[in-house]
């Protein structure tokens, strides 16, 4: 088999770069293609704890107020609860339908009484849940997701900063969208072909 030669490596690698990048031109590159159609989610309820409650404590005295994407919260080292009623479009059957929710936060992610799954917002670390894992399609169901008015370490504006006391956390994204398999798995590929070409 021939060897494929790369006349120019520095211009093959930024190139492989900016077409992953989630800061540039993420309009038209890989990353921009990883979700191929979304719906905003409207049956959002909201309820700021007095503290860290358990689960059932909460869905027996939990008095409900309406919220939407783009609300704030605080303050810091508080926690709140979201109630989101949300229905998989039977549009999107056969495909694989995520729940995206970004509070620039952590938060938990519960259903039926069972933590399913963390998110760590802040910087889009951790955005989305399969939510065709535990939902059928056309089925009506609540999901609920606790959230700390916190980083993954701390609260501070960077690593080693003390606290900011009067940080807020925006509730940036929440939508239902379906997710691109295929542009994930090459977009994977094409990270740790990048990674290995800057090591060699």
Known sequence: MDTVQIKNKRTAVERID???????????NLRGKLYTDTEKISGISHYHAPGRLPYAEVLSTAEWLAAAEGDSFSPLWSTHW??????????????????????NSEALLWKDGVPLQGFSGAGGKRTDFILTDVVSFGERCEIYIEMACNDMFGAGDCLISPPNCNKTYTLSSVELAV????????LMDLEVLLGMSKVS
Do not use: C, H, M
């Open 18 to 28: 900016k077409f992953i990048s989630s800061k540039y031109f993420t309009d038209v």
């Open 82 to 103: 979201f109630r989101l009623s949300v229905t998989v479009p039977t549009k999107w059957i056969g495909q694989e339908v995520r729940l995206r929710w970004n509070s």
């Open 179 to 186: 997710f691109n398999r295929g542009a994930y798995n090459l």
